[in-house]
C-alpha cells in the first residue's frame, strides 16, 4: 500500500467534479496537517568526494501522514504548488531547517528546496532573513536549491529574490542540472553557488559512456565557472570512484546515507537513522 499514490489525490480520476473535490480535500488536509504538526524534515548527507566528509544536508520534506504513514513529496508537492499551499508549507520547511542546523553541534550547511512558486513571492528574502535570525543560524550555514524551470518561469522576480538572497550570504544552488530546458541560459543569467548533476546522469554512469561524457562535460563547465559540482544518486563504490577519478567535488546519493534524521555525535551517513 506504500507504493500506491494517496487515494484522494487521485488526478486520473475520469470525473471531473470528482477530480476537484478529491483536490480540495487534500487542501484542507495539507492545511489541517500544517496545523497539527504532521510535516517532518529528513536529512541526506552531502559528502566530500576526495575525503568522504560531510559537508552539509539537504532537508528534505515528509509528510506523516495519521492514515497513509510517511508519504514521500512527489505524492504532495504538485498539489500544494497549485493550490499555493506550497506557500505556507514552504515557509514551514526553511525556519524548521534553519532551527535544526542551529541545533547541531558542528556547524555543516543545510540544504533547503525552493519551489518556483515561493521564489516568486516578493517577501521571500523576508522569510529567509527572519527564519535566520530567529534560529541564530549564521547566512553563510543555508543554502537554496533552485531548479531550472523557476527561473524560467517568471524570469525578472525570480533573479531579483535569487540577488536579495544571495546578498544576505546565503548561498544558491542550481538542482537537477542538465534535465530542464535551458540549462546553459540559467547558467549564464545568476551566479549560482553551486552545481548538482541531476542523478539521471549518475544513474547508468557506470556502463552508459554518454553518460559519462555528460558528467565529464558539466564538471568541465563547473571548472570553467568557477564553480563546485555536487553529483547526485551515488549508490555505489563504482561510481564514487568514477567521480573521484574525475575530480568531482562533491556527492550525495545512498552509497553514503538516506534521508533520516540528524543524529548527533556519528559522523557521514551513519549520523542518520534510515528511514
Ligand atoms: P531533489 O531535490 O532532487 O531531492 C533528491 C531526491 O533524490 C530525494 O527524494 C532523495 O531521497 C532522492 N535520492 C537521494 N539519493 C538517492 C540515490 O542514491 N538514489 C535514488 N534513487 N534516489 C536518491 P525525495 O526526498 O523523495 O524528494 C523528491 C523531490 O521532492 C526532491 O527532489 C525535491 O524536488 C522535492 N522536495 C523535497 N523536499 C522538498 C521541500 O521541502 N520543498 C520543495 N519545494 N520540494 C521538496
Ligand atoms: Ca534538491
Ligand atoms: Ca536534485
Ligand atoms: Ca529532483
Redesign the pocket.
Known sequence: AKKEPLRRCCYYEPEMDEDVRNRRVLQADILNALEDQQFQ??Y?VQCCVATGEPIGY?????WMHPEYGMV???RF?DAAEQNGL?IP??EW?IRQACRDAASWSKPYKVA????PI?LVQMDLPRIITESLLEAGLPASRLEV?I?ETAIIDDKLRALTNLRRIKALGVSVAI??FGTGYSSLDTLNSFEFDKI?I??SFL?DCCDNENAQAIIRAVLALGQSLGLPVLA????NEQQLALLRAMDCAEA????FG??GEYREGDEGGNSLQFA
Not at 539537504?58 to 515528509?62: F, K, P, T
Not at 550525495?252 to 552509497?255: A, C, D, E
Open positions: 524534515l529528513l541526506q539537504e532537508a528534505l520534506l515528509r514521500t513529496p512527489d508537492i506550497i508549507l514552504g520547511v533547503v528546496n525552493i519551489s515561493q536549491e531548479t538542482d537537477d548538482k541531476d542523478r544513474a547526485e544518486g551515488v549508490e550525495q546519493g545512498y552509497y538516506k534521508p
